[in-house]
Antibody, heavy 123, light 111 residues
Framework: QIHLQESGPGLVKPSETLSLTCAVSGGSINNYWWTWMRQSAGKGLEWIGRVYATGVTEYNPSLKSRLTLSADTSKNNFSLKLSSVTAADTAVYFC?????????????????WGQGAMVTVSS | DIVMTQSPLSLSVTPGQPASISCKSSQSLVHTNGKTYLYWYLQKSGQAPQLLINEVSNRFSGVPDRFSGSGSGTDFTLKISQVEAEDVGVFYCVQTLQTPRTFGQGTKVEI
């Protein structure tokens, strides 16, 4: 059974870069897309972007200019970097498996999530 | 971006009674392959969201059959046939037809 665990600093200063890693255990990151999402009191749940195991990415246009997602198959993890952060980036950040297809063709989306990592942007 | 609108935003229910949550999208969620990419999740307090329903009406593995999803195009509904105490939390609909994926505002269900 796949398990995801986010890790990274819980406090980031304004204008600096927020960095998080999602470690995947119980399965390989190969052949899947992996997603980052965040949840703040003001904006609810927000999709940040996704990365395929080969490194192909798709970003939310609202964050694209500041965002870098990557995957490391040798470490079986994937990462998020968000630059020039402000207080508006304060949120709980979740990683999740983006989707897979069941034998009956049903696309299963966001079936496995990490527990979430609280990141506060403050000086 | 596709806008997802849920109603009601909060719901007080009695155990054993039914409950229904509506989700409307600003454009059709039907893919060119004929499938509709609308999903439902429940987020319990202090936890990550958990998947309930795939593609409008397909219950995810282990989800009790008191949960059911229906709808088409832009209008969707999640129904709980008989609410149980463990169903307390915030329910979200999500579209994965397009990026960025977008969520409804959430419906808080209380007993």
């Amino acid at each position: 059974q796949i398990h995801l665990q986010e890790s990274g600093p819980g406090l980031v200063k304004p204008s600096e870069t927020l960095s998080l890693t999602c470690a995947v255990s119980g399965g390989s990151i190969n052949n899947y897309w992996w997603t980052w999402m965040r949840q703040s009191a003001g904006k609810g749940l927000e999709w940040i972007g996704r990365v395929y195991a080969t490194g192909v990415t798709e970003y939310n246009p609202s964050l694209k200019s500041r965002l870098t997602l990557s995957a490391d198959t040798s470490k079986n993890n994937f990462s998020l970097k968000l630059s020039s952060v402000t207080a508006a980036d304060t949120a709980v950040y979740f990683c999740a498996r983006d989707h897979y297809f069941e034998n009956n063709g049903i696309r299963v989306a966001f079936d496995v999530w990490g527990q979430g990592a609280m990141v506060t942007v403050s000086s | 971006d596709i806008v997802m609108t849920q109603s009601p935003l909060s719901l007080s229910v009695t155990p054993g009674q039914p409950a229904s949550i509506s989700c409307k999208s600003s454009q059709s969620l039907v893919h060119t392959n004929g499938k509709t990419y609308l999903y439902w999740y429940l987020q319990k307090s202090g936890q990550a969201p958990q998947l309930l329903i795939n593609e409008v009406s397909n219950r995810f593995s282990g989800v009790p059959d008191r949960f059911s999803g229906s709808g088409s195009g832009t209008d969707f509904t999640l129904k709980i046939s008989q609410v149980e105490a463990e169903d307390v939390g915030v329910f979200y609909c999500v579209q994965t037809l397009q990026t960025p994926r977008t969520f409804g505002q959430g419906t808080k269900v209380e007993i």
